[in-house]
């Protein structure tokens, strides 16, 4: 194990197969499996408990069992692979969010996806005011609090979706866009301190042409499935990090797109978003699981990419492992309202 011991960061998977749930370490082209542990929940709060790395934890109960990574990737195995973040039996205890018009490229694409909102073209939209704040005040000093950043809530941990599983638009919805992101995953301690876990690929999946209809409508416009993985990087820096986004259809390439994310290509710092999204109360409650989607660079929507049932989303974060893939699924339209029956 001397190749991990050099304070390099470590992946991990989570996985389902025939001894139920595990988590595994990522050793490739082989997945080394965990032992005594079933979810990554389980191993921070052991972490924490103990006041550890949680390198060191998952290192000292790594076992000599082995799984082959390619024949899991490619479902070729009883093994398949699990978003890297849940609380098992209970997605409630997980709260999925994010963080919108970080980067210069999310900016650059709200602006033109909300353009007819503004009153003349000699005025910001009210999505480039926020983006210049974040800009003024968004990387304070150490100790320092900068402006919030624009927030919104995707969901409960039954939101997320692995590797490979299907990105649903749902009968209601308009359309389905992806969003090709670095999430952060965290735990809250017993006394309520959040604990950064680690990063994964994250595609936070949204309805660009709903929210297209008017800015206000983007809350809705995230209340979307997402996908996470398939690996969970623990360790790794969020100073400047290089991608790669595609978007295939019957196997060919329909668009695709150099990525990058981290500090050195955001207005806020990390601190300041970990600070705007932990200030409040409710996100402290003991025993939760977060994830947080830290914003994207560019989407495929802004340059006139629709999306089609049985296209292939991939993103890929240099450093983050092996590619997260999904293909897009459409449910059919939605022709009846939902009924709320009368209790009395």
């Excluded at 974040?134 to 624009?150: D, L, S």
């Excluded at 941990?157 to 965290?186: C, Q, T």
């Excluded at 042409?209 to 809350?219: C, G």
């Excluded at 820096?237 to 290509?265: H, M, P, Y």
């Amino acid at each position: 194990m001397e190749q991990f011991l050099l304070n390099t960061p470590i992946r991990i998977v989570q996985l389902s197969g025939p001894q139920g749930r595990r988590v595994a370490l990522v050793e490739e082209p082989q997945l080394r499996l965990i032992a005594g542990f079933d979810s990554v929940f389980a191993l921070a709060n052991e972490a924490i408990a103990k006041q550890a790395p949680l390198s060191k934890i998952v290192l000292d109960h790594v076992s000599a069992q082995n799984l082959s990574y390619d024949d899991v990737y490619a479902q070729k195995s009883d093994w398949k692979l699990l978003p890297p973040a849940d609380v098992p039996g209970a997605p409630e205890r997980v709260l999925v969010s994010g963080t919108g018009l970080t980067h210069l490229g999310s900016a650059r694409d709200r602006q033109a996806m909300h353009a007819e909102t503004a009153v003349d073209e000699s005025k910001m939209t009210d999505s480039m005011k926020i983006f210049e704040w974040g800009r003024q005040k968004g990387r304070p000093a150490a100790g320092q609090i900068g402006i919030a950043p624009e927030w919104f809530f995707k969901g409960d941990g039954s939101m997320l979706r692995g590797d490979s599983a299907p990105l649903e638009v749902p009968g209601y919805g308009e359309d389905g866009g992806e969003e090709a992101e670095i999430a952060a995953v965290y735990v809250t301690g017993p006394d309520g301190t959040p604990y950064r876990v680690g990063l994964t690929n994250g595609n936070e999946f949204s309805d660009h042409v709903f929210e297209r209809r008017n800015y206000l409508n983007l809350a809705g416009s995230k209340l979307r499935v997402c996908s996470i993985g398939p690996e969970l990087v623990i360790g790794h820096d969020f100073k400047d990090v290089a991608g790669k986004v595609q978007i295939l259809r019957c196997d060919k390439v329909l668009w695709q797109k150099s990525i990058r994310t981290g500090e050195e290509n955001m207005c806020h710092s990390l601190a300041n978003l970990e600070h705007h999204h932990f200030k409040f109360e409710g996100h402290r409650q003991p025993g939760r699981m977060h994830v947080h989607f830290m914003g994207a660079d560019t989407l495929s929507f802004g340059e006139g990419v629709r999306l089609e049932a049985g296209d292939i989303t991939e993103v890929a974060w240099d450093g983050f492992g092996r590619p997260l893939r999904n293909v897009i699924a459409t449910h059919p339209q939605q022709t009846q309202p939902v009924t709320v029956r009368e209790m009395k």
